[in-house]
């Protein structure tokens, strides 16, 4: 092929790019707009007049919020991995009697709507008082992740070479010494690809936040963003500005972890 | 469809997990003759797998029974809190499946889910089998793809209902430029159904796209340039080797597709609320609406709702592993 070829698709493809990604260009452009030029017509295709007041609002309003799902996503992270990862051990190494139907059991759990999951937790919740806790999302918020994670785990562990865990043995170390000093390390990556979407699903979710904890001191900014759009439809700079904060982890994330962004998509969803 | 991918990719024997048609897969015979006693080592993979154990019933089957509960009394506010609920059976679904929502709702979940899918998984196979092709900054570039499908839904939701409004939006505005006149996306129960599915086409691309181009890398570069060597153009290589060779993982995406549309509140609940009317009310925004979009909750309705929501996903579900073991067969 020649370079010339080569250069007209990457032409095209930064053309597709844009485009995808219009409509994250649209929030980061509302969001710097000055709230008299929002109501342009027709809308400024670039922020004239650059002002920082919408990050300003969102900041000054919407701090505790982002602070929130921060725990809500760090909780979500240490449950999911702490029950997820044994699991996936036992499972996969230790042939745990009725894995199969274990796993079975996993992969229903996650065709469950979260809607339907809301209105169970919310039916305990009310009786337990956990409603409007953030340990309370925490829980819930966990239920989309763990089935993943187990599942994630057992197929990464099963493809650990036996003998290492055979020489682990012969040298005296029990299941759980095995399990601390060899198989979890290895195991890094599945752990953090684990931790990954756990954080990005509890951070982003807004059905559960909308439902056991709109009433709560401790809002996520889920529902944040959420309110605001409610009560202050005049200053979408704010909303947006809010919005691209809480793209933020995202962001990041995806730039430190991009293979493990693939590699979970691709090893939680196809044959091997 | 920001959701779960369904793990499906366990390796060797486990990937075989009970199968739509038998339920309980057969022991080996090897297996049966311990099967008596529990001996050291099971009593240890127990104690790692215990604490998934009591999550799954804590937290999966106690809410679930919960929520049938719920569907087969008729609480109201008041009977939630005393907890003395009227037991009434089946009426709520009778009332459900007797609704004038009902229909509505039904038509426009299968809408949303099937052209949502239909142009997901068409737009992410053009992007895959484009970006297969090694040019500079592709790499970097599928890369940027996989924005839209981390950002929180709420986010993309509230950035498409401002592009999508009548007045200041963007797209009216560009729709102008061309001669066409101003369309309420989102207020006119003509189109809101349409707009909401624009929005989750646009969330899903990404997810179809990294799916099937993992299952592109796994076709031997050998067979194309062998098709080349043939004489096969571009589009004879796509339906003659890609195309037939991809399906299994189609298949797949396909079905994962279906499962995450079908469970979609969050897109339609903040660019409509599910309205005007019920114009783009889904199975699953109605059961959200009943419960906590109104002022006045109808939990046993909802709960009801919901039901009929996991019913559906169960037995696409149900299909999805049957194709799975049917591939690990074959």
Request: hydrophobic share 50%; with cysteine; aromatic share 12%.
């Amino acid at each position: 092929m020649t370079t010339q070829r080569r250069w007209w698709k990457t032409a095209l493809g930064v053309l597709f790019t844009v485009v995808m990604l219009f409509p994250v260009y649209w929030m980061i452009n509302v969001s710097l707009t000055e709230t008299r030029n929002l109501r342009a017509d027709p809308p400024h295709w670039y922020p004239r007049d650059l002002t920082l007041d919408g990050y300003t609002a969102a900041l000054s309003q919407q701090l505790p919020a982002l602070a929130t799902s921060l725990v809500i996503g760090l909780g979500c992270v240490v449950l999911t991995v702490l029950i997820a990862a044994p699991a996936g051990y036992s499972i996969a190494l230790l042939n745990l009697r009725g894995r199969r139907s274990l796993n079975f059991l996993l992969l229903v759990a996650q065709m469950i709507p979260a809607v339907v999951m809301a209105m169970g937790f919310y039916a305990v919740y009310v009786r337990l008082g956990l409603l409007n806790t953030v340990g309370g999302l925490i829980v819930a918020n966990s239920t989309i992740a763990v089935p993943f994670g187990v599942l994630l785990y057992t197929a990464f562990m099963s493809g650990l070479p036996r003998e290492i865990l055979q020489a682990a043995r012969v040298d005296g170390a029990s299941a759980w010494r095995s399990f601390i000093s060899v198989v979890l390390p290895m195991s890094r990556n599945s752990t953090l690809t684990v931790a990954l979407f756990a954080f990005l699903w509890a951070w982003s979710d807004f059905i559960f936040a909308s439902t056991l904890n709109r009433n709560g001191n401790f809002i996520p900014i889920t529902l944040g963003i959420y309110n605001y759009i409610g009560n202050n439809t005049t200053q979408w700079n704010a909303i947006m500005a809010t919005a691209a904060i809480a793209s933020v982890p995202a962001a990041v994330l995806l730039v430190m972890a991009q293979r493990y962004v693939a590699a979970g998509v691709t090893a939680g969803a196809v044959k091997d | 469809m920001t959701s779960t991918p369904i793990a499906l990719g366990q390796r060797g024997e486990s990937g075989r997990a009970a199968g739509a048609g038998s339920p309980v897969p057969a022991a080996p015979p090897r297996r049966r003759a311990r099967r008596r006693t529990m001996s050291a080592s099971q009593w240890t993979a127990l104690g790692f797998a215990a604490p998934l154990l009591v999550y799954l019933v804590l937290f999966y089957a106690y809410p679930l029974w919960r929520n049938i509960d719920l569907s087969v009394h008729d609480y109201t506010i008041r009977a939630f809190v005393q907890g003395d609920p009227e037991f009434v059976g089946i009426q709520n679904y009778v009332e459900l499946f007797t609704s004038s929502t009902f229909g509505t709702a039904l038509a426009n979940t299968l809408f949303f889910v099937f052209v949502s899918i239909i142009f997901q998984f068409s737009l992410g196979l053009a992007l895959a089998v484009f970006f297969r092709a090694n040019f500079p900054l592709s790499n970097l570039l599928r890369a940027l793809f996989l924005v839209p499908w981390l950002l929180p839904l709420i986010v993309s939701a509230s950035t498409w209902s401002w592009m999508l409004n009548s007045d200041h939006g963007i797209v009216n505005s560009v729709l102008q430029s061309f001669g066409i006149g101003q369309i309420n996306w989102l207020t006119s129960p003509d189109t809101s159904l349409l707009a909401v599915t624009i929005a989750n086409i646009w969330l899903g691309i990404p997810f179809n796209l990294v799916i099937l181009y993992s299952g592109l890398q796994n076709i031997p570069g050998e067979v194309y340039e062998a098709a080349s060597l043939d004489g096969a153009g571009p589009w004879r290589q796509f339906w003659s080797i890609t195309f037939p060779l991809l399906k299994p993982v189609s298949a797949i995406t396909l079905l994962l597709g279906l499962i995450y549309t079908l469970k979609v509140v969050d897109v339609i609940w903040v660019m409509t609320t599910g309205g005007p009317g019920t114009s783009s009310t889904t199975l699953a925004v109605w059961s959200y609406r009943e419960a906590f979009g109104t002022g006045q909750p109808s939990f046993s309705l909802a709960a009801a709702v919901g039901n009929v929501l996991i019913v559906i996903a169960l037995v696409f579900g149900f299909l999805h592993l049957r194709l799975q073991r049917g591939q690990e067969n074959s």
